[in-house]
């Protein structure tokens, strides 16, 4: 109890702390200490030790995670607008490349002996590894609107912009196991999924595995856990190196000692980083749980590494990689037990060791698989499956790299031997992954919010728990039976609803617009923020688009292309006419993302048509491609609804893309596009998106605007969002409004939240 309250309280307040400013940041953690020691003293005096321990975790969680947000907010108010010379700076994680630079969260030496944590940003293409040092020399910035909350969520509040950096050696007591890290990757490095998913799951390397197109066949099924540094990592392959030592009748104090040296061996190899060593913790307390059979010690053991782990670090109480670990690691010491005899129950005990490696995997995803969908937002169907399927399979690998990592770094003879084993191991894991990935509706979009996701894992718990007794006596066909009807509920659930709509769905600083009608769907862009746009499809209940258009090849445009493989069937991918053919690595990027996202692509340019449902679309722009698919060539849409089939559309919107003033003016020129109903702003409403003059042939009645939150180019701009006030036009953009639902009833046009 006291180490749940110290956490959940710890959460809340370093949660409300980030709008706060450092004093009063100080002022509430101050109190909240103040008032622990009085309450503690108090209630022991008054004879209630219990009362005691839970009002004084509660109060310490309060005052822990104010005092870090004070910490934190003053740091940042005394570092912004630094100029850094030559710091050192040491990276506290791996540097990794993303869609405009490279990035790492690093610790700064600042003048008067102080030090930062921050995020710096780096030229693209530079390369280092956590705990590795550098001079740098840059500027100190505080974080822009859209990424503070993530980042605040790792304990950082400002970046650092690097202009300049050169290597640096360090001697630190932990450096030689860096050093062996460094060594270890080398060896397991190769151009190949298999190298990249070893130095994921073995050294915690994840770029290379972030950028392999297996990266998103695990995420489909459920196995997102198994490539990051995560307890539920680690457990499942101490269980199953456990199972393999009782199988061989290891006595119990061999074991120990031999699990201990295997997490000991992967700590090192991962380099010592903190997710690693917190990772160890919640596999130590889940493995000799198993062993001692022993749940009241084994949960007590788990409460006391959660306090260590806040104490140490109070913003890892809302890290989610910890409650990922923290919630498998109860789910295995609470209810291993009870999938175990259930599984004997049904083998007749003949498999006793596979038994209860799959009880071990069944009991953790029980406790974190809801949380983990609202990271995701998907719902992997195949996720029980998969789990039992691939974790011999992952330990397999797991075992077989680290063995070969060490042997390589030590030089060995047979390292090489042992290498070709592990990428022979970890081929075959991609490949199961791929075929249960390719399962049709292996894995649909699922939007829950966190805390509801939280509550969700504790009530699922919580029915088992409760039911234990008559649990234990389902036969196994029964429970699977019930777990089929569970999945198929959520399907049907999720099954979109047969009215005629247009959606503005939010997915930040971009553009994706959905069509429904008479049950078929278009997609039209995507957005860059791939778990956005699964949230949103799945608050419009769509797990199967009949076609995505892509208007050009931007970025936050077509960005989150790839995410759509990992829980949506799309049939048909629309792009412009030349960009099959074209050299340009933007059109050559787009092409390759939609022939792997859809069944079939279609070429369009100005004056194709194709119908969704009871919408007419007609192409508008661009005749050919003039701009590598750039802003210009955005295809423009003219889709028109005929509630009655009277030819005579009552509602018109027309979708803009990138274009702008220019591409707008020939439309009209040429098409004759006369009064629409719905406007799509161009350019995310930039100056040169339209002109008053146009905006009045046009006269829309409602405008669209997406556009993220405090984004850095000023969209939209002050001065379209004037010229669509004075003619009257109803402003939704999704900065101030979200995703919206727009419902066609005829000329009316109903709007709700999404």
Sequence with gaps: ???????????????????????????????????????????????????????????????????????????????VGALLSRSVIEFESDCADGKFGSSAIVRVELSGGRSLRALALFPKGTSYLCGEHALASGSVEALSDSGRASYWNQGINCRIKVKANESFERNTPIQPIRRIRAEAIRSLSGESGECALLQAIICGYRPAMQQDAAYGDFQTCGLAHLVAVSGAHLVIVTGFAMSLLQLLKVPKRA????????????????????????????????????????RPSSLNALGVGLVVIIAQAPYASVSASLVLSALSTAGIVLFCPLFERMLERATGGCIQTLCASIAMTAAACLASQLYAC????????????????????????CGLGLTASLSAVVGAPFAQLLMAAAEGAARLLILVVNVLASIPYSSIPFSIDTVAGLVASFLAALLVWVFWDKLVCVKPHVMLTALCIAFAGAFIVGTPAQSECLFMLDVGQGDA????????????????????????????????????????????????????????????????????????????????????????????????????????????WPHLLADNAGNADSIMLDVSYDADGDTLPETRMLFTGDAEIDQLESVITEKGVGRINILKVGHHGSKNAMTEQQLEFLDPSIALIGVGEGNRYGHPTKKIIDMLESRGCKILRTDKDGGVQLELRGPKVIMRPL
Excluded at 258 to 283: E, K, N, Q
Excluded at 550 to 577: N, W, Y
């Design 374 to 397: 609202s990271l995701f937002s998907l719902l992997p169907i195949v996720s029980p499956v998969a789990n039992v399927v691939c974790a011999p399979l992952f330990t397999l690998c």
């Design 513 to 620: 617009f959905l069509l429904m009608s008479k049950g078929q769907t278009l997609l039209i862009d995507t957005g860059n923020q791939d778990r956005d746009l699964l949230s949103q499809l799945a608050k419009a209940r769509v797990s199967h688009l009949d076609a995505v258009l892509l208007t050009h090849a931007d970025d936050d445009h077509m960005g989150s292309l790839d995410a759509l493989r990992k829980g949506v069937l799309v049939d048909l991918a629309i792009v412009a006419e030349g960009v099959e053919a074209s050299s340009d690595a933007s059109c050559r990027r787009l092409y390759e993302e939609a022939s792997r996202t859809a069944r079939s692509i279609r070429y369009v340019s100005a004056g194709d048509e194709f119908a969704v449902g009871a919408f007419t679309c007609e192409v508008l």
């Design 1 to 79: 109890m006291f180490a749940m309250l110290l956490w959940l309280l710890c959460a809340i307040a370093y949660t409300v702390c980030e709008s706060l400013s450092s004093g009063r940041c100080a002022m509430l953690g101050a109190i909240a200490g103040g008032a622990a020691g009085v309450s503690c003293i108090a209630l022991v005096g008054l004879g209630k030790p219990n009362n005691a321990m839970a009002v004084g975790g509660a109060l310490l969680g309060l005052c822990l995670g104010a005092c870090c947000a004070a910490h934190i907010h003053a740091d940042t108010d005394a570092s």
């Design 255 to 294: 074991s120990i000692a031999l699990l201990i040296a295997l997490m000991v061996a992967y700590t090192i190899i991962a380099g010592a980083p903190v997710s690693c060593i917190r990772a160890a913790i919640m596999s130590s307390v889940g493995v000799l749980s198993l062993l001692g059979r022993r």
